[in-house]
Structures are given as structure tokens and as C-alpha cells.
């Protein structure tokens, strides 16, 4: 294995409390490109209304034309390497935790059971009248009607965080909490720009934590706080990651 390769590793088998920290770049070889990259959804629909609580409350059915085009490209993706690299070092008892930004439910799919879902999961609904919650797969959505409460009839939404709303409380809580006591941070797939989400490696840092960074590109966080730069696919560097842990075990 190469110096960086070797480093991250021996950071990694050397932690005691090493989390990641995810965004959409980890899903792209998935098959769910950035919502704000090209071909993403925001091409086609405005965040500001589509994904705004404000319209969701008085034109719900206009926010589910986007939710369902949302759920076509998530309905079909399937777990990388990346995604299960990351649950194999759950596994090996080296990784307590996943942050994600990704609402895909994939990291679960791929195996990691302690997932904190800073904005929330597509596969949930949750009724906002009477507080109802219920499983997307309780619902067809062949012919794209929005799913309706089965207690008071009223437009249901996703779990997801949109414009507008607060970050779920546990959310908040649980990946403050790790971030203060990390000592690794793996931060994979993600541009460091969306807050206050991008200050959980940033957190981690100022109380001492090692921070392995895989992206396609260097991003806000490699000069300032990224010690191990893996330059490419999460769903490549990450399992050569895991391979080396291994190695050194």
C-alpha cells in the first residue's frame, strides 16, 4: 500500500471513536446523481418552491411531482462499494457510526446500522396534522398520487428535511455529540458547502480528531483540515481503505 493509504489505515485501526461523514457524492455511483450537479433534480424543479415547507403546506401535491421523480432514482439504486466498505469497518468494530446528508437509505442497504440522517430518509412519511408515521412501500406509487394519511386523509410528506424546517433534533444532538469525542473522521462524497452539516469535520478538528478525506476532488476541507487526501471514487478508495485495515491487523 502506498505512504497516504498506510497512514489512514493506521489512523483508522489505531482509533478508539472514528465516525464518517458522508454527502451525495458517495451516491453518485449509485446511480443518483447531486441533486445540485448537472442532470440533477434541481435542473428540472426550483428548490426554493419544490422543496420549500412553505409551498409543501399549501401546494403539497405540486412538491410530490418533484418527490416522486426523487424516488425513481432512489427506488433503483443499489449500495456501492462505497457504501459497503464503510459497513465492513462497522463490522470489524472500527467505525461507530455513519453521518449522512443522504436521505437514499443506502448506507443501511449496505450494511451499517448506526446511521444518523442529518436530513432525514425518503422512505419514511410522516403525516403532519395528526403525526401518523407509515413506510413508503405501504403505498403505489405506479400512478403517482401523492399517499394520504390513513387516520385523517391528509397529503402525507417525507421524512426529509425541506427548505424551511429545523434539522431533526436527535440528528443534531447525536452527530454533535460524536463529533466532539472522534478521533478519525472519514469524510467521503461530499463538497463541504452545505451548513450547519459541513461543520461536523470542522468540529471534529478542533478537538483533535484525524481526518481521512475521499473525494473525486479537493474541496474546502482538504487544505484546511484534511490530513490523508484519497483522490478518487469513494466506491474505489474506500474498500482499498478497508483492504489496508486489514492488512494491518
Known amino acids: ?14 482509533s478508539k471513536t472514528a465516525i464518517a461523514f458522508t454527502g451525495a457524492g458517495i451516491s453518485v455511483e449509485s446511480g443518483i446523481p447531486d441533486f445540485r450537479g448537472a442532470g440533477g433534480l434541481w435542473e428540472k424543479y426550483d ?5 420549500s415547507i412553505d409551498t409543501f403546506m399549501t401546494q403539497p401535491e405540486r412538491c410530490w411531482d418533484m418527490i416522486f421523480d426523487m424516488l ?15 459497513g465492513e469497518l462497522e463490522e470489524m468494530g472500527f467505525l461507530k457510526a455513519v453521518i449522512t446528508q443522504n436521505i437514499d437509505n443506502l448506507h443501511q442497504r ?13 422512505v419514511r412519511l410522516v403525516c403532519l396534522k395528526c403525526k401518523s408515521e407509515y413506510n413508503m412501500d405501504e403505498y403505489d406509487r405506479n400512478g403517482r398520487v401523492p399517499p394520504r394519511c390513513k ?21 443534531l444532538y447525536d452527530s454533535s455529540d460524536l463529533a466532539n469525542i472522534a478521533d478519525v473522521v472519514i469524510v467521503a462524497g461530499t463538497s463541504a ?4 452539516a459541513a461543520a461536523i469535520p470542522d468540529t471534529a478538528k478542533r478537538n483533535g480528531a484525524f481526518i481521512i ?11 484546511r483540515i484534511t490530513d490523508v487526501f484519497l483522490e478518487g471514487p469513494s466506491g474505489v478508495k474506500l474498500p482499498e481503505l478497508v483492504k489496508a485495515v486489514r492488512e494491518l491487523s
Not at 47 to 51: D, E, G, K
Open 47 to 51: 428548490p426554493a418552491i419544490y422543496a
Open 193 to 196: 458547502v452545505v451548513y450547519p
Open 1 to 14: 500500500m502506498d505512504d497516504l493509504m498506510r497512514r489512514a489505515a493506521e489512523a483508522i485501526k489505531n
Open 110 to 122: 449496505g450494511g451499517s446500522k448506526r446511521v444518523i440522517e442529518y436530513h432525514g430518509n425518503s
Open 213 to 223: 478525506e475521499s473525494n473525486v476532488e479537493k474541496t474546502a476541507f482538504t487544505k
Open 151 to 171: 387516520k385523517c386523509d391528509t397529503i402525507l410528506k417525507p421524512s426529509i428535511v425541506f427548505f424551511g424546517e429545523m434539522i431533526p433534533h436527535s440528528a
Open 72 to 86: 425513481e432514482l432512489t427506488d433503483t439504486a443499489k449500495p456501492n462499494p462505497g457504501h459497503i466498505a464503510l
